[in-house]
């Protein structure tokens, strides 16, 4: 008894700092002082959640509490939203209503709660409509009241800072979706610190091996990066001074996340990323007119010192990007040969750069409603909504394009003014003035020159669209559209031509089924799917339909023989064991790490055969419907969409020590000169022993081709074996498939 008065003091005391932290910050900021409000939020709050503890132990007030203090301090909003945050977690785990809210707190709080309780329960369900659904629902409110969703923000950065203290495969499900919808999000809204912050966390839960050998690296090498810093910052910090100027500058490290990213997308190793850190230079100037000078002025001291990179200048002060985002960066070439990246913006930059545009708002007290680029950006979203995708996953997609995008900026010959993604073609531009303009476009005009409709727009091109009566929309166009809006048009205009045909196979596959006494499970569809190399159920129709595919006698072959082995399997898994008299299926406890012993194999779970890890390759299981653990690779795309939609059946898994033997398919693609077969395959058998399941080698003049199967035990054999056969005298090309 004693023992828990203590506890309870000192939690109380904590929870006491934990809020006068939040009121402090709220203080020293640019906000009115609505102290009282925030204090009685605060108040209900905690009294509606007493007693209740997080998954961490420690009391649940302090959850809201901390989203309280980001929205404050990290994204700079004021007390309506404090107040939000503090009762964010109300309406939905205890007994008081949207109502009760309203009269404690009036109409404003009240809703914003609403709507972050309306799209609680993760934007992603257990299927994929229910995720496209809730999605929407999140972008909806977003556009009634973008306060919603930077709280959505907060939120979802306090449980990724927290997301220790949940079980594996909870953490793979929110790490995935932080990574697929909130992360991009987050950069669209411009909320720059907290994207990346969010997406170092996904990544460190995602992959902790290769997130924990990166900071290792970066521990390691940054007594030499401190060094060269200094000696390329000194001289610049003289000048500066002699200039008078007032200001703060500092070294930008790269985030682990990106860091992986470009390692990978590269295919380097850490020692060849040179630009891990950059300099940042923050000026004070209280005359907003004056700031598009100073960092020109900084920029004609820096490249005065050092030799400036001629296409790596950006100027983000004349045309803003569309999240808000400015700044003046240039690439020089520092000390040590290597290029550095300088960014230079005013102290006002800063704030938008770090917390979006909540930040500017303050800046901007009075006039609200302006045309803002973000307000352009919002009606692009509500565009996307009010056409939705009739495939839950193909207007995610669509979405998420729109989050990703970078842009370009680009005239029309009235010289107005255009936003688009990186990568639009004259075709986007098309769709972008006009539905009808796209659907007949046949070429362009890019700065009076004539291009085709596939051609890819630069940063201040003048686009002028040809179209023509008798031009028709092709399902092709969609391989070079880069906007969402040009994408779900098209794709709209294209299922109305084709609906006839789409009838027509789904008339020939119900016959198919029907003939062969098969009956359209889940399973039987996706192994159809997977045989003829198909996405959906609908491209499945479309191809029937024009006689792309067809369903014949080969089909059913393959259907039956993959029927057999789960047959096989799973009488393999009810066959009663000695000493007990009939085996219980076995029920697998997602909170706990599925190891996976090779005798298990084909009984408790399978290979994913988009993917086929094999052992030693980063893993995670998938609980189907036959309660069997499908495993994928980690970094597989199917893998990742499977984490966000079905987060509830996945379980972490992990390779027994003796895994046993695994099937690895390797391509190898050189010159054909006379012996190298040979050398080859004497290479693969003797030199490492290794037992080579299947060989297919095809030549065309001088090019070789050879997919070879071998059976090993981990994945380290399969590298071993690429660097050897890499070596052999002609070989151009190995990797692995699969
Ligand atoms: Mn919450």
């Known amino acids: ?51 209740v503890r997080r998954q961490s132990g420690e009391p649940y007030i302090l959850h809201p509490i901390a989203v309280a203090k980001i929205a404050s301090q990290e994204i700079g909003l004021g007390s309506t939203s404090i107040c939000a945050a503090l009762l964010h977690d109300v309406v939905e785990d205890t007994d008081y209503t949207i109502e009760d809210l309203e009269q404690h707190f009036g109409k404003k709080i009240a809703q914003i709660v609403a709507g972050l309780t309306k799209i609680s329960g993760g934007i992603f369900g257990d299927k994929a409509s229910v995720q496209a659904e809730n999605f929407r629902k999140l972008l909806l409110t977003m556009s009634e009241d973008i306060r919603v969703v930077l709280l959505k923000m907060a939120d979802r950065l306090h449980n990724m800072r927290t997301l220790g203290s949940l079980a594996p495969n909870k953490q793979y499900k929110i790490a995935g979706e932080t990574l697929y919808i909130y992360a991009p999000l987050a950069h669209r809204l411009g909320l720059f610190s907290i994207k990346s912050e969010l997406e170092d966390l996904s990544f460190k839960y995602e992959h902790p091996v290769a997130y924990s050998r990166i900071r290792e690296l970066i521990k390691e090498s940054e007594a030499h990066r401190t060094e060269i810093y200094k000696k390329f910052s000194t001289p610049i910090h003289q000048k ?12 930008r490290m790269k985030t682990v996340y990106s860091i992986w990213n470009k390692m990978e997308k590269k295919q380097v190793p850490f020692e060849e990323i040179y630009d891990i850190y950059a300099m940042r230079i923050i000026f004070d100037c209280d005359d907003p007119d004056k ?3 100073t960092c020109w002025n900084i920029y004609s001291i820096i490249t005065d010192l050092y030799r400036l990179h001629p296409d790596r200048t950006r100027d983000w002060i004349s045309v803003p990007k569309a999240n808000g985002y400015q700044a003046l960066h240039i690439t020089v070439m520092g000390p040590d040969g290597n290029w550095i990246e300088v960014q230079i913006r005013s102290r006002r930059m800063d704030e938008i750069a770090e917390k979006g545009f909540a930040a500017h708002w303050k800046y901007k007290i009075g006039d609200g409603d302006e045309e803002s680029e973000l307000n352009v950006w919002l009606r692009t979203i509500k ?17 998420k394009l729109n989050l990703f995008a970078s842009e370009i900026v680009v005239f029309t010959p009235k010289g107005e003014l255009l936003t688009l993604p990186n990568n639009s073609t004259v075709l986007d531009v098309a769709f972008e003035l006009h539905s009808q303009l796209g ?30 009566n008798t031009q028709q929309p092709k399902a092709e166009w969609v391989n070079f559209l880069a906007t969402a809006k040009a994408k779900t048009r098209l794709r709209a205009a294209l299922r109305k031509s084709q609906q006839p045909i789409i ?5 020939m596959f119900v016959e198919f089924l029907q003939k ?30 024009a006689n792309e595919v067809a369903l014949d006698d080969n089909i059913v072959k393959q259907l039956s023989r993959q029927d057999s082995q789960s047959l096989l399997s799973k009488i393999f898994r009810r066959k009663p064991s000695k000493l007990v008299e009939v085996q219980e299926p076995i029920v697998i406890d997602t909170k706990e790490t599925y190891i996976l012993k090779h005798d298990d194999r084909g009984a408790n779970f399978k290979i994913a055969d988009c993917c086929c890890p094999i052992p030693g390759d980063e893993v995670l299981g998938f609980i189907d419907e036959n309660n069997e653990v499908v495993v994928h690779a980690l970094d597989c795309p199917r893998a990742s969409v499977l984490k966000a939609g079905y987060g509830s059946s996945i379980v972490s898994t992990q390779w027994d020590i003796s895994s046993g033997k695994f099937l690895a398919t390797i391509q190898i693609e050189g010159l054909d000169r006379f012996g190298i077969l040979q050398e080859l395959i004497q290479m693969i058998s ?18 070789f081709s050879c997919e070879l199967v071998v059976l090993i035990e981990d994945s380290q054999v399969v590298t071993d074996l690429c660097n050897k056969v890499k070596k052999i005298n002609g070989v151009k090309k190995v990797s692995r498939v699969y």
């Open 383 to 399: 565009d996307i909504l009010d056409n939705p995708e009739p495939s839950a996953i193909d207007f995610l997609d669509t979405l």
């Open 1 to 51: 008894m004693e023992q828990y008065k203590i506890d309870h003091q000192a939690e109380e005391t904590m929870i006491e700092a934990a809020f006068q932290e939040v009121l402090e910050g709220y203080l020293a900021s640019n906000h009115r002082k609505k102290v009282e409000i925030i204090t009685r939020a605060y108040k209900f709050a905690k009294e509606a959640h007493k007693g």
């Open 240 to 251: 500066l001074k002699e200039l008078g100027l007032k200001y703060e500058a500092k070294a």
């Open 439 to 468: 659907l007949h476009c046949i070429a362009g005009k890019v700065n009076h020159k004539l291009v085709p409709l596939s051609h890819k727009l630069k940063s201040g091109d003048q686009v002028e669209v040809l179209t023509s």
């Open 686 to 703: 003797t030199n490492l022993s290794i037992d080579i399941r299947k060989l297919n080698i095809e030549a065309h003049e001088e090019v």
């Open 291 to 293: 700031e598009k000078l």
């Open 503 to 507: 009838t027509e196979g789904k008339k």
């Open 516 to 545: 062969h006494n098969l009956v359209a499970t889940n399973e039987v569809v996706t192994k159809i799917l997977g045989i003829l190399h198909l996405s959906n159920k609908e491209e499945l129709y479309l191809a029937l339909g």
